[in-house]
């Protein structure tokens, strides 16, 4: 199944990297237009963050619950059902068969879409190997790119030097999600593994979550503005 269109200002998902919902509706309405897709991470969805997700809904926002589920099948389910009512597009589960059959199956008839992480990009071979692991990153991520696509998963999240490899595994069947990524001249913070947006697009990506070069901008609105046209304009 060949992916919806995507709407081009939705191709930037700004990541709600904040402490509390009030400092996350002050970001949000600071950004106003110029963001219309969110995502909640740990830090906020465990601070009541999980409360805006209606609220941005209601708004016309999407929102990208980034809480990477794994845990038995029906938990995993339970737990997908309860997100797939309060009206979130994404939600990211680690990508083991048994935690990824069980989240597409529970998410049929609803909006959400399931994104698999394949191998934490904190992780390389050694970090593999001492957690038992037998293959390294790139084996591991290849192999659960194919398995996540087979058990019908809509996305996968990969850094965005992955994205023109595995494009080629899965095709463009898949939406593909990119973290680590920098406007030219932006400081790369703890990031290692980073692209412009532009060449992010090129690369392959679907979709560029930015979190601390919008954040901690001095004109947070003015920095997404500026991704939007570089995206804009790498799509043209
Ligand atoms: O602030 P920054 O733009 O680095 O934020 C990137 C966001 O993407 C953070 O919310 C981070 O948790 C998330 N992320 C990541 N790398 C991954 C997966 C998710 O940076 N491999």
């Not at 794994?70 to 389910?77: E, K, L, Y």
């Amino acid at each position: 199944m060949q992916p919806a269109k995507i709407a081009q200002r939705e191709r930037l998902i700004v990541a709600l990297d904040l402490p509390g919902t009030e400092s996350a509706e002050a970001m949000i309405a600071q950004l106003g237009d110029s963001v219309a897709f969110y995502k909640i991470g740990y830090q906020l969805a465990y601070a009541g963050g999980l409360s805006l997700v209606a609220k941005l809904a209601d708004r016309g926002k999407k929102v990208f619950i980034d809480l990477k589920l794994h845990d038995i099948g029906n938990t995993v389910a339970r737990g997908v059902e309860s997100i797939a009512r309060s009206g979130a597009t994404f939600l990211t589960v680690h990508a083991y068969p048994q935690t990824m059959k069980a989240a597409v199956e529970a998410r049929a008839g609803s909006n959400l879409k399931i994104l698999a992480v394949t191998v934490l990009t904190s992780y390389d071979d050694d970090d593999l190997h001492a957690a038992g692991y037998r293959l390294g990153v790139s084996d591991l991520v290849a192999a659960r790119a194919q398995q996540a696509q087979v058990l019908g998963v809509d996305g996968l999240v990969c850094s965005a030097e992955e994205a023109a490899s595995l494009r080629k595994i899965v095709g463009h069947q898949m939406y593909l999600v990119t973290p680590g990524i920098r406007p030219a001249g932006a400081a790369t913070g703890d990031q290692k593994r980073i692209m412009t947006p532009a060449r992010a697009i090129a690369a392959g990506a679907d979709y560029l979550v930015v979190g601390r070069p919008v954040l901690e901008a001095a004109d947070p609105k003015a920095v997404a503005e500026a991704i939007q046209a570089e995206i804009a304009q790498a799509l043209d």
